[in-house]
């Protein structure tokens, strides 16, 4: 009966050609690069309103707009959210601006290329909690010589600037953590777009300080708000484009680009030139993550 009616059935219109696998592969790897790009490059801009507004400043702005984007785009219906919802979305923004508070006062004190870095230590130690194999711990003690080199303590070391940038790792752990538990609850982007206005409330505060005191310029704000868009608009929606072609395993390979082009932002845009030490922090540190996520047993 099968070949019967198949050999009767009309003719379909031929398929429209589908890329293979590795070319979607490609293309979203490229995607990645591009994210994570406009990811550093956008840090890189917000660093010029540093004069005028701060960290603090940059990160309140930053978040405006990434709630003014976001929300109106997702219209999540948060008044049908029940408690379970709510209390992980909030902690959500409470650490997504803590995040970028640690991370923007690093980059002030310290320079992009070793902020990020430092930042880039949060979900490198997600990956290794709780793990038990040896290729894990030796990733562990790579990640802690690397940090070593980055930093090489001493009397010149500006120890507020890398612990500006190890509490912006902790609140990326968290973030990867509490993102988990939101996504479980909330569908699609809604928990980054509440959380994004969460964090915007906690930063009133500061915007309202900066307006009347006439901290803000028109250079100042369009610096800030182009972090705003290419640190967290872009990104979120390059990754997720992305996320559907590319292997979750690749994609948290790919990852560890950040510090790198973090280390090309900072030179190309601040003039940041990281010394061979540095240079060399990066490199083990960005080696240990590969080898971690990649040596990751299969799900």
């Known amino acids: 009966m099968a070949l019967t ?31 994570g790009a406009s990811n550093q490059v956008g840090a890189a801009i917000g660093a010029h309103a540093f004069p005028a507004i701060g960290p603090p400043g940059v990160v309140a702005v930053r978040q405006l707009v990434a709630a003014a984007v976001l929300l109106p ?10 408690w379970a919802q709510w209390w992980p979305v909030l902690l959500l923004g409470l650490v997504y601006g803590g995040m970028n508070l640690g991370l923007y ?15 880039f230590l949060g979900p490198l ?28 303590p001493g009397s010149s070391t500006d120890l507020l600037g890398v612990g500006a940038g190890l509490l912006a790792a902790c609140c990326w752990a968290s973030y990867i953590l509490l993102n988990r538990t939101a996504g479980r609850r909330l569908p699609g982007l809604q ?44 990104p979120y929606a390059l990754d997720l484009t992305a996320l559907r072609t590319v292997p979750a395993r690749f994609f948290g390979v790919f990852m560890s680009i950040h510090p790198v082009l973090a280390a090309l932002a ?19 540190v960005v080696a240990a993550n590969v080898v971690a996520v990649a040596s990751l047993p299969r799900r």
């Open 125 to 152: 130690a997600v990956a290794l909690a709780g793990s038990r194999r040896w290729v894990d711990l030796l990733c562990a003690v790579a990640a802690g010589i690397g940090v070593y080199l980055l930093v090489l």
């Open 73 to 82: 785009t997702v219209r999540p219906p948060v008044r049908r959210y029940t």
């Open 266 to 284: 900072g030179l190309l845009i601040l003039g940041e030139v990281l010394a061979v030490h540095e240079v060399a922090g990066i490199g083990v």
């Open 5 to 35: 009616e198949t050999a009767t059935a009309p003719l379909a219109p031929p398929a429209p050609p589908v890329a293979a696998p590795g070319r979607r592969t490609v293309r979203g790897l490229l995607t990645l690069v591009v994210s």
């Open 105 to 119: 006062t690093a980059v002030d004190r310290i320079g992009l290329g070793l902020a990020v870095t430092l930042e």
């Open 191 to 234: 928990a980054t777009a509440v959380a994004s206005g969460v964090a915007t409330l906690t930063f009133l505060p500061v915007l309202g300080y900066l307006a009347v005191t006439g901290a803000f310029t028109p250079a100042a704000l369009a610096f800030a708000a182009c972090a705003g868009l290419m640190s967290s608009v872009v």
